[in-house]
């Protein structure tokens, strides 16, 4: 799956997650017995489950990308410096500068 779809996918997961969850406050709030807002209560504590390893893997991969950009700033960083020390040398053999 390209990598698009999958962060597609996921972010849609989650939103669907949170929904999901939202809708059971809803309920919670709604509801007159304790018998069920004990049992929505346990649906909440059940979803959280699934929500927190979706969270962890987004931080993952926004640590991961953020790693790679740095990494790829740093190999720019060090190619432009390259690039400088080559036209530099190249100046200073044509005695450029000392006219």
């Not at 919670?28 to 909440?44: C, F, H, P, R």
């Not at 720019?76 to 530099?88: G, R």
Request: aromatic share 10%; proline share 2%.
């Amino acid at each position: 799956m390209p990598k698009e779809g999958f962060v597609d996918q996921h972010l849609e997961r989650i939103d669907e997650l949170e929904l999901i969850n939202q809708e059971y406050w809803k309920l919670y709030n709604a509801e007159k017995g304790n018998m069920n807002q004990d049992l929505i209560l346990e649906k909440i504590a059940e979803l959280q489950t699934y929500i927190s390893p979706y969270y962890d893997a987004s931080r993952y991969v926004m640590e991961q990308s953020i790693k790679s950009n740095n990494e790829a700033k740093e190999n720019q960083s060090i190619s432009v410096l390259e690039v400088c020390k080559s036209i530099t040398s190249r100046i200073k053999s044509t005695g450029y500068l000392q006219r």
